[in-house]
């Protein structure tokens, strides 16, 4: 039935544009009658393309709809008809769509968060030291918070084992499972010194194990000041009060994604090459580019002209 709720969801808020009339099912007829009215399904792909919503994602709603139709005696044929399939195939040539904009968290006001962390004393040594190291291993790993924070899949999680530090005194992260990696080897997220810097994410990590509370190497890493896993809902809210106090505009634009949002537009900024882009943050396609702000892209552009006016390659 979920996926059915959510199709009425999208039928009732488009009711007036889609001309439905019966968004309500309870038999294989009317079911059937909903599916093969002119214009519905075709509508529906439309609105959720137009909604950025992946074809993937399309397809799913509209499965939901064979999965309610599989307790009925008559089940209809949901995605039958020629043009829809043809329409869900345009919608994956057209390439994944950008999610909601987020505003990019850069290293310039990544510092700026971290001082004022330091500043807030109601948050304890504990609260200080967790957020600097989630903060900036958010930023440096380019990570998705599935990666670092628990989630529904204990797979993903980010253990006490998942983390140690080399020899070199580089500091490495295993990702067992994340959202584009669910069977393959593990992928190693590794993180240098960076000597004298507020912003080394080893000394931040270091920092933050020392007052973490004492738990088996299968807990989650990161532990709010009760002692249990944090969350990302929780996570969210405290990253938007930190930019609330720092009288930072238009905190709701800002969430998680804020981190990998500046990491990559900072380093498309620098000239990065854009597949060492796409590796940092571990994006199996070009997706990343959605990432990169216009202001990343104008100075890169700033660049180009520059070495078009020299009349040579980057140095």
Request: glycine share 8%; charged share 20%.
């Given at each position: 039935?979920?996926g059915?709720?959510?199709f009425?969801?999208?039928?009732?808020a488009t009711s007036t544009?889609?001309k439905?009339v019966?968004p309500k099912?309870?038999?294989?007829?009317?079911?059937?009658?909903l599916?093969?009215?002119?214009?519905?399904?075709?509508?529906?792909v439309?609105?959720?393309?137009g909604?950025?919503?992946?074809?993937?994602?399309i397809?799913?709603?509209?499965?939901?709809?064979?999965h309610?139709?599989s307790?009925?005696?008559?089940?209809p044929?949901i995605?039958?008809?020629a043009?829809v399939?043809?329409?869900?195939?345009?919608?994956?040539k057209l390439g994944?769509r950008p999610?909601?904009?987020k505003?990019g968290?850069?290293?310039?006001?990544l510092r700026e968060?971290?001082?004022?962390v330091?500043?807030?004393?109601e948050?304890g040594?504990?609260?200080?030291?967790?957020?600097k190291s989630i903060f900036?291993?958010?930023?440096?790993?380019?990570f998705?918070i599935s990666?670092?924070?628990?989630?529904d899949?204990?797979?993903?999680w980010?253990?006490l084992d998942?983390?140690?530090?080399?020899?070199?005194g580089?500091m490495?992260?295993?990702l067992?499972?994340t959202k584009n990696?669910?069977s393959?080897?593990?992928q190693?997220?590794?993180f240098?010194p960076?000597?004298?810097?507020?912003l080394c994410p080893?000394t931040?990590?270091r920092e933050y194990?020392e007052?973490r509370?004492?738990?088996?190497?299968?807990?989650?890493f990161?532990?709010?000041?009760d002692?249990?896993?944090?969350?990302a809902?929780?996570?969210?809210e405290?990253?938007r009060s930190v930019?609330?106090?720092m009288?930072?505009?238009?905190?709701?634009?800002?969430?998680?994604?804020s981190f990998?949002?500046?990491?990559?537009s900072d380093?498309?900024?620098?000239?990065i090459?854009?597949t060492d882009i796409?590796?940092?943050?571990?994006?199996?396609s070009?997706?990343?580019?959605?990432?990169?702000r216009s202001?990343?892209?104008?100075?890169?552009a700033?660049l180009?002209q520059?070495?078009?006016a020299r009349?040579?390659g980057?140095s």
């Open positions: 039935m979920t059915l709720n959510r009425r969801e999208f039928l009732l544009l889609l439905i019966q099912c309870t038999t294989a007829k009317e079911l059937r009658l599916i093969e009215r002119k214009g519905v399904l075709e509508g529906f439309c609105f959720c393309s909604k950025g919503l992946a074809s993937r994602s397809s799913g709603y509209i499965n939901g709809l064979k309610f139709g307790d009925l005696d008559d089940v044929d995605a039958g008809a043009v399939a043809r329409m869900l195939m345009g919608q994956v994944k999610s909601p904009r505003i968290i850069t290293v310039d006001l968060m971290v001082v004022e330091e500043c807030m004393d948050l040594l504990m609260g200080k030291a967790l957020l900036v291993i958010a930023y440096f790993g380019a998705r990666e670092y924070l628990i989630s899949d204990e797979l993903k980010l253990t998942n983390v140690s530090f080399l020899k070199s580089t490495r992260f295993v067992y499972k990696n669910s393959g080897p593990f190693e997220v590794l240098p960076i000597p004298g810097d507020v080893v931040a990590i194990l007052l509370p004492s738990t088996s190497s299968k807990s989650p990161f532990l709010d000041l002692g249990l896993p944090l969350v809902r929780i996570f969210n405290v990253l930019l609330t106090r009288a930072i505009p238009d905190v709701e634009l800002y969430s998680s994604k990998r949002v500046g990491a990559a380093a498309y900024a620098l000239n090459p854009v796409q590796a940092l943050g571990r994006w199996q070009d997706a990343f580019m959605y990432y990169i202001g990343a892209r104008a100075i890169r700033a180009v520059g070495c078009l009349g040579r980057f």
